[in-house]
């Protein structure tokens, strides 16, 4: 019995399985396929097989085109990949009428054909009806109908794929595409994506799987469910059920199950006929953050920077049973409360500093904390906080979806922990400037003042997104050379953030790539910024080039992108989030480092699936997020709120570490073989600590909170862990903390 056991990405595109090819019959086989002949331009006669390719560039399909010779080129291109596909392979499946053709990542959008006949499509070319769109998130597995391409076994055969690249690094990006025969078993799914999960009172969650059969052919054969903890190391559970599925159908699998950190549904299901088998894991989701209580509390940074003289719309963040009623004692002139709602609005006074004592009460009691308004040139005192349209929605978001966004950050509670800002990133931008040069929102944004004037009612902020350069990175229009007057029109909109993502602009100091160069177009835009009659928050996103860490301040922004682009891997986090630590000391309040956005909830850049995150990475997002002072900008599909991710994204607690007006990202101070330890300051003199697990086993680690918070181990300390609002038992030396695989414990200490 031989068994291979590798990652592949199931058809969605967006999810991994697990694979285990077992029992009886020998592994499908893959071939990979490392090199392509590469062109740029067009010409659909390269979709044939017999084009001649032969003066073509031979390159590597890992690495982006860009890094190999065609430095810089956007636009439509071309692959050709040959491939000898032995007729063993076909001998090996019980389904051979299937060839998986699994292309990994393509930078933006693609059409694939095998031997002239069109087999996939991902994105979609500026050509195409709808217009460009690109997908260079999305993962690209083809399975091409034998029945209909005519494959030639043992000989040659061509697999073609026109490219469209908008901007970056083009072509394919992520691994060494392949293909292979798939067994009957490959087309069922039954990823952590389908699945929906409900919390009980009981503490279990029911769980409720859709399994999906893609492949014209009736699956029979066993489902085995088994419930894996990782903290005991052992099997809780086992159920096995007999399973069948007509082609091309669904349905749905049930669990009620306990659940916990590092607790997981394995899933696998076997063929009946063959005994080859595809598995599945589900790590279940727990929730940490207690309830909220009836009682008013007062959430969100004690302090706002805003400078003198412009218009203001402040939420004041608060929980407590409703109504709650809302009052300020020393609210300066010029600004209203709205006793219902927790508004402040109106006009910002001269420049000084306002502490103003808010209060809420309901039936159930009261609340005061002194708010301080900050009036001067200092903005964004502590990280921006809120909700960004692009991992949800890319280029296509739509006014309704922002309004309806706002209206969900309001209702669901999220605004009144603090994510106040609705932020459009690319994609708003119509297709020309007027006459007059300005440059409105397209069909899908008719009224820009309106929409602001929505959001600032509900007391949130209006974000928007551009590009120094003539294109942002979705081929919209960018400010080049409208820099003032597209600053005075966002002003005019009632913009209060602008995200300026470097985008086609790179193409102009390509040549020339000093720091000057790249803080010149950046410089432009601060300057025209602050001659608005209002405060806008300026973003930078230039991916962290020229070490902007060290100049972002000076051009007059108070957030920069220290990478790429975030996806919802662990991966990811990793290089976007754990990557920060040797520069978290440039971090200061009105300066910060950026991340990028979150991926956790529905995500997917145009077509929103739950994180790839398992509850664990995400719990360790939002804690790297805040330990690092980081911007809170949610990503998700707000429409698709579950119980996880309001659980996740309402703790106060967790909030507040990184709300901290002391406003100073953690140090990492202990970097182990697969455990890191970081620490940040806090403004009354606490110290939070974040204790994080890198490894794919559970650990159980001893730590003296007194080492990281005093500087001294056996000193005595009270901590509380910050998730489960929960003091600790211990208040003097070591304690044990269980951290499940890329799982957390974060930890206030004083
Ligand atoms: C990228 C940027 C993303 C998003 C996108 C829009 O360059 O990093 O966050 O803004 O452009 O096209």
């Known amino acids: 019995m031989t068994t291979l056991r590798h990652w592949i990405a199931c058809l969605s595109g967006t999810i991994l399985l697990q694979h285990a090819y077992g029992a009886a019959g020998a592994p499908p086989g893959r071939i990979t396929m490392p090199q392509a002949r590469f062109a740029t331009g067009d010409d659909p006669r390269r979709a044939q097989p017999d084009f001649d390719d032969s003066s073509w560039a031979t390159i590597d399909t890992k690495r982006n085109y860009e890094k190999q010779g065609f430095e810089g080129y956007d636009g439509y291109s071309w692959y050709r990949i040959h491939v000898t596909i032995p007729s063993s392979l076909k001998a090996s499946s019980d389904w051979p009428q299937?060839?998986?053709?699994?292309?990994?990542?393509?930078?933006?959008?693609?059409?694939?054909?095998?031997?002239?006949?069109?087999?996939?499509?991902?994105?979609?070319?500026?050509?195409a009806p709808g217009g460009f769109d690109g997908r260079w998130q999305a993962v690209r597995d083809y399975h091409a109908d034998l029945s209909k391409v005519p494959l030639r076994w043992d000989r040659d055969n061509v697999i073609a794929i026109r490219v469209y690249d908008g901007v970056g690094g083009g072509g394919f990006h992520r691994d060494v595409p392949?293909?292979?025969?798939?067994?009957?078993?490959?087309?069922?799914?039954?990823?952590?994506?389908?699945?929906?999960?409900?919390?009980?009172?009981?503490?279990?969650?029911?769980?409720?799987?859709?399994?999906?059969?893609?492949?014209?052919?009736?699956?029979?054969?066993?489902?085995?469910?088994?419930?894996?903890?990782q903290r005991?190391?052992?099997?809780?559970?086992?159920?096995?059920?007999?399973?069948?599925?007509?082609?091309?159908?669904?349905?749905?699998?049930?669990?009620?199950?306990?659940?916990?950190?590092?607790?997981?549904?394995?899933?696998?299901?076997?063929?009946?006929?063959?005994?080859?088998?595809?598995?599945?894991?589900?790590?279940?989701?727990?929730?940490?953050?207690?309830?909220?209580?009836?009682?008013?509390?007062?959430?969100?940074?004690?302090?706002?920077?805003?400078?003198?003289?412009?218009?203001?719309?402040?939420?004041?963040?608060?929980?407590?049973?409703?109504?709650?009623?809302?009052?300020?004692?020393?609210?300066?002139?010029?600004?209203?409360?709205?006793?219902?709602?927790?508004?402040?609005?109106?006009?910002?006074?001269?420049?000084?500093?306002?502490?103003?004592?808010?209060?809420?009460?309901?039936?159930?009691?009261?609340?005061?904390?002194?708010?301080?308004?900050?009036?001067?040139?200092?903005?964004?005192?502590?990280?921006?906080?809120?909700?960004?349209?692009?991992?949800?929605?890319?280029?296509n978001v739509s006014d309704a979806q922002?309004?309806?966004?706002?209206?969900?950050?309001?209702?669901?509670?999220?605004?009144?922990?603090?994510?106040?800002?609705?932020?459009?990133?690319?994609?708003?931008?119509?297709?020309?400037?007027?006459?007059?040069?300005?440059?409105?929102?397209?069909?899908?944004?008719?009224?820009?003042?309106?929409?602001?004037?929505?959001?600032?009612?509900?007391?949130?902020?209006?974000?928007?997104?551009?590009?120094?350069?003539?294109?942002?990175?979705?081929?919209?229009?960018?400010?080049?050379?409208?820099?003032?007057?597209d600053a005075a029109t966002y002003a005019s909109w009632g913009v209060d953030f602008l995200k300026y993502d470097l985008c086609s602009y790179s193409d102009m100091i390509a040549k020339t790539p000093t720091r000057a160069a790249h803080m010149l177009p950046y410089q432009k835009m601060g300057e025209a910024l602050k001659a608005q009659p209002r405060s806008i928050v300026y973003s930078l996103c230039q991916y962290g080039e020229q070490q902007v860490w060290e100049w972002g301040a000076d051009v007059g922004g108070q957030a920069w992108r220290m990478t790429g682009d975030i996806l919802d891997t662990w991966d990811s986090v990793l290089e976007t989030g754990f990557s920060a630590a040797p520069y978290t000391q440039h971090v200061a309040p009105g300066r910060w480092n950026d991340p990028d956005m979150l991926v956790v909830g529905h995500v997917g850049w145009g077509d929103?699936?739950?994180?790839?995150?398992?509850?664990?990475?995400?719990?360790?997002?939002?804690?790297?997020?805040?330990?690092?002072?980081?911007?809170?900008?949610?990503?998700?599909?707000?429409?698709?709120?579950?119980?996880?991710?309001?659980?996740?994204?309402?703790?106060?607690?967790?909030?507040?570490?990184?709300?901290?007006?002391?406003?100073?990202?953690?140090?990492?101070?202990?970097?182990?073989?697969?455990?890191?330890?970081?620490?940040?300051?806090?403004?009354?003199?606490?110290?939070?600590i974040g204790v994080f697990n890198m490894g794919d086993k559970f650990r159980r680690m001893r730590i003296d909170p007194a080492l990281y918070a005093k500087g001294q181990s056996g000193l005595p300390y009270q901590a509380r862990d910050a998730w489960r609002q929960q003091a600790l038992a211990s208040t003097g030396g070591a304690i044990d903390v269980e951290l499940p695989a890329h799982g957390v414990m974060l930890l206030t200490v004083r």
Not at 417 to 426: A, F, H, Q
């Open 98 to 127: 299937r060839l998986r053709v699994y292309l990994s990542g393509i930078d933006d959008a693609d059409e694939t054909w095998l031997n002239g006949v069109p087999i996939g499509k991902t994105g979609r070319m500026p050509d």
């Open 178 to 229: 392949s293909i292979s025969i798939p067994n009957r078993a490959d087309g069922l799914r039954f990823g952590p994506e389908r699945a929906q999960f409900d919390f009980r009172r009981d503490g279990k969650v029911a769980v409720s799987l859709n399994a999906a059969n893609d492949f014209p052919t009736r699956q029979r054969g066993r489902m085995v469910m088994e419930l894996f903890d």
């Open 232 to 395: 005991s190391g052992k099997t809780l559970q086992r159920q096995a059920q007999a399973f069948t599925l007509a082609a091309g159908q669904s349905r749905t699998l049930n669990w009620v199950l306990p659940t916990g950190p590092g607790v997981e549904a394995r899933l696998r299901y076997v063929d009946a006929q063959s005994g080859h088998s595809i598995a599945s894991r589900l790590p279940l989701p727990y929730l940490l953050t207690p309830p909220d209580s009836a009682v008013p509390a007062i959430h969100g940074a004690s302090v706002l920077g805003a400078r003198p003289g412009t218009p203001l719309a402040h939420r004041i963040p608060a929980t407590g049973k409703a109504p709650l009623r809302y009052s300020a004692a020393k609210l300066p002139a010029g600004l209203t409360l709205d006793a219902a709602t927790g508004v402040i609005a109106g006009t910002v006074p001269a420049a000084g500093s306002y502490p103003i004592e808010l209060r809420v009460e309901n039936t159930a009691g009261a609340a005061s904390q002194v708010w301080t308004l900050e009036a001067g040139d200092k903005l964004a005192l502590t990280p921006p906080m809120g909700w960004n349209s692009w991992n949800a929605f890319g280029v």
């Open 402 to 485: 922002v309004r309806a966004s706002a209206r969900i950050l309001v209702e669901s509670g999220l605004a009144a922990k603090g994510w106040s800002s609705v932020n459009i990133d690319d994609g708003w931008q119509a297709a020309a400037r007027a006459s007059d040069g300005e440059l409105p929102g397209n069909e899908r944004f008719p009224n820009m003042p309106a929409l602001g004037r929505y959001l600032h009612g509900l007391g949130l902020r209006f974000g928007i997104y551009s590009s120094p350069g003539p294109a942002t990175c979705g081929k919209y229009l960018g400010a080049y050379e409208h820099e003032a007057q």
């Open 608 to 688: 929103p699936k739950p994180s790839r995150l398992t509850p664990d990475e995400q719990y360790s997002h939002i804690s790297l997020w805040s330990m690092l002072a980081a911007p809170l900008l949610l990503g998700n599909d707000l429409t698709k709120l579950d119980a996880f991710t309001m659980n996740l994204l309402g703790n106060t607690e967790v909030l507040a570490i990184n709300q901290d007006i002391l406003g100073r990202a953690a140090r990492r101070v202990q970097d182990g073989d697969d455990w890191q330890i970081w620490v940040k300051p806090l403004a009354d003199g606490r110290k939070a």
